[in-house]
Structures are given as structure tokens and as C-alpha cells.
């Protein structure tokens, strides 16, 4: 990991040293250290960025709740335009992802893990294209991992709880399967359920936007060097790249919702196989 | 001419890597998703169960590109 961070720190430099065109590297995701450096709680750009999105979220949410509270009290049926707004998210998690994967009962029962991890990746995805923001904070393996985590130990949970050990059986001796090809499906049952899943998870989610982040730079940097830096002709380069740079924004902005939506229904079809009857 | 140097190549080889890495998943991805328009052309009341499960299909086939993006971090 170091050796590759260290090749291309020299590549970048290398190049932005000739006054020529500066690629991004892996560096945009380790920014300048801003607070506690050398200690666990170091603060850089996108720990900021964490913590924004966390209280924006948490203000969000408390504001929706009180005002849903509120309506209930007084019996106000018609709901205001930003009640409705909180009423559409949240019943969208509710009823498309938990009430469709999992049914009335046991949607109801994972609904607080399913929204918080649905909000959370899509107000975390969302900034990397704000402006002044511009990187998503899960595009950094941290957050991902924490969140893979929850949805490993939350299925296995499942399955525990109402299967008992026979959980951990079904899912590695499947049933239908002549007894001496367990030599062959048992590891590739164990690698995939137990290994795989956590790990695409996490990995789906960084790469996706670290991917995008990546593309964005380029095209922006690439402008900026056609329009000032490139010669004659070349310049015109800088309107192609600018507006494939706008066309890439708005695909974040599908992007970064596609994988909240996606992570949250992983996690919620995970669940809803350890909760299955059949084995 | 310099007889050496006739076509040279400069850069990592592990581009080359992920342009094969990318080629499975592209060609996974494409046959979800042209699978799942052909069944919902055929049965458009169950888009929206076939469009979940397109989105499962996706996710898996896209991880392995996505694994050969995150390797070269990990391994060079």
C-alpha cells in the first residue's frame, strides 16, 4: 500500500513539475493533516466533511421528526412541503426496500438500521459534488468498512436468532448436494457468504466513488490546462473535457444515490436469506 | 533512427490489467440489463420486482471490476 502511494506521489510531482499536466492521484484522498496529527482523531478535509454531513444529517432528521410530531398533535392532515419531502424519503427506504425484501414483520424490525444506513451513504455520497466540499467522505475505506461491518454482524444476527446454529450448517452445507462435492461447495459457500460479502460491500461503495471523484478531477483539471496552458488549436479541447466534467457531475449525483440504494438493499436481501425458511 | 527505440511505452502496466479486469464485468452487465429490458418487455406488470433484481446482478458483477480497481493499491 505504501509502495504503491509512494510511486505515485513521485509520478505526480514528476509531472507537475515541467509546468505540464498534473493527473490526479491517490493523494486527493489523503489530504494536508489539519488538527491532532500523530494521534487516532487525526481531522484532515474529509473527517470534516464526516462531521458536517453528520450534524446536517442529525439537524435534518430531528427537524422532520418534531415537525411529524407536531402535525400528529394538532391533527394536521395536510402535510407542509418539507414534511412531505422527509415523509417521501423515509417511506421510501420504508416501503421499497424493507417492506419488499423483507415483509410487514421483519422490515418493521430492521427499518432503524436500514434508514440510518441508507441516509447516512447518501448524505456522505452526495458530497462530492457540492461545491467547496467536492469528495464524498465515504470515498475513504473507514466509513465503508464500519458500515460493511454493521450489515455483516446484523444478517449473521439474523440468522442466529432464528435459526440457532443451524444457521451457520445451512448456509455452508447447502441442502441438495451429493455429500462428496461438500469437499468443493463448502469453501467456495464459506468464501463467498462470510468473506465476500462484507468486503464487496465496503469495497462497491469506496471504489465507486473514489472512481468518480477521480474522473471528476481529471476532466476540471484537464480544462484547466487546455484553456491556459495548451497552445493554439488545443484549446478548444477544454470546452470538450468541461462539458464531459458537467455530464460526469450530474452521473454522481445518479451515482451516489444508486449505491446508497444498493448498499442498503444488499444488506436488506443478506438479511432476508438468513431469515429464509427453506434451509 | 535509434533502431532501440522505434515504439516505446511508457507507463504502468497495470493499466493494461484493469482494461482486461473491466472487459468480464462489462460484458455481465450488459447481458443483466439486456435480459432484464427483454423480460420486461414481455412482462411489463413485474418491472418493478425484475428492475430489484436487476440491481442485485449488477452490484455482483460490478464487484469484480471494482475489486480489479481497488488491487494495484493493494498489491504493487
Not at chain 1, 449473521?156 to 435459526?163: D, E, M, T
Not at chain 1, 469437499?183 to 468473506?195: C, D, G, N, Q, R
Request: aromatic share 14%.
Amino acid at each position: 500500500m505504501i509502495n504503491a502511494l509512494s510511486l505515485l506521489t513521485q509520478a505526480a510531482y514528476a509531472e507537475a513539475s515541467d509546468g505540464g499536466f498534473s493527473a490526479p492521484s491517490i493523494d486527493e484522498f489523503y489530504p494536508q493533516v489539519i488538527a491532532f496529527q500523530g494521534t487516532w482523531f487525526e481531522l484532515d478535509r474529509i473527517m470534516l466533511i464526516r462531521l458536517l454531513v453528520m450534524t446536517a444529517l442529525i439537524v435534518l432528521f430531528w427537524l422532520w421528526s418534531s415537525k411529524f410530531k407536531k402535525s400528529y398533535k394538532n391533527n394536521i392532515l395536510v402535510p407542509s412541503r418539507f414534511q412531505l419531502m422527509g415523509e417521501i424519503s423515509l417511506n421510501f427506504v420504508r416501503k421499497n426496500i424493507a417492506h419488499e425484501q423483507l415483509g410487514e414483520k421483519d422490515g418493521e424490525r430492521f427499518l432503524p438500521l436500514l434508514t440510518t444506513i441508507f441516509f447516512l451513504i447518501l448524505g456522505m455520497n452526495i458530497t462530492g459534488i457540492i461545491p467547496f466540499l467536492n469528495i464524498a467522505g465515504t470515498s475513504r475505506i473507514g466509513l465503508p468498512v464500519v458500515l460493511a461491518a454493521v450489515a455483516y454482524v446484523t444478517f449473521i444476527y439474523a440468522g442466529v436468532r432464528k435459526h440457532r446454529m443451524k444457521f451457520f450448517t445451512a448456509n455452508l452445507f447447502p441442502a441438495g448436494v451429493p455429500k462428496a462435492f461438500y469437499v468443493l461447495v463448502t469453501p467456495i459457500e464459506f468464501l463467498s457468504t462470510f468473506i465476500l460479502r462484507p468486503v464487496t460491500l465496503a469495497l462497491r461503495l469506496t471504489m465507486n466513488m473514489i472512481a468518480g471523484h477521480l474522473l471528476l478531477v481529471l476532466c476540471f483539471s484537464a480544462t484547466q490546462f487546455f484553456f491556459f496552458n495548451a497552445e493554439g488549436f488545443f484549446k478548444l479541447f477544454g470546452a470538450g473535457t468541461f462539458v464531459f466534467g458537467f455530464a460526469f457531475t450530474v452521473f454522481e449525483i445518479l451515482v451516489s444515490f444508486l449505491q446508497a440504494y444498493v448498499f442498503t438493499l444488499l444488506t436488506t436481501v443478506y438479511i432476508q436469506l438468513a431469515l429464509a425458511d427453506e434451509h | 533512427m535509434d533502431v532501440n527505440n522505434i515504439a516505446e511505452l511508457s507507463g504502468n502496466i497495470a493499466v493494461v490489467g484493469y482494461g482486461l479486469a473491466a472487459i468480464g464485468p462489462g460484458i455481465g452487465v450488459g447481458l443483466v440489463v439486456s435480459k432484464t429490458i427483454e423480460s420486461i418487455a414481455r412482462q411489463p406488470e413485474l418491472a418493478s420486482k425484475l428492475q430489484v433484481t436487476m440491481w442485485l446482478g449488477i452490484a455482483f458483477t460490478e464487484a469484480l471490476a471494482l475489486i480489479g480497481l481497488a488491487t494495484p493499491f493493494i498489491f504493487v
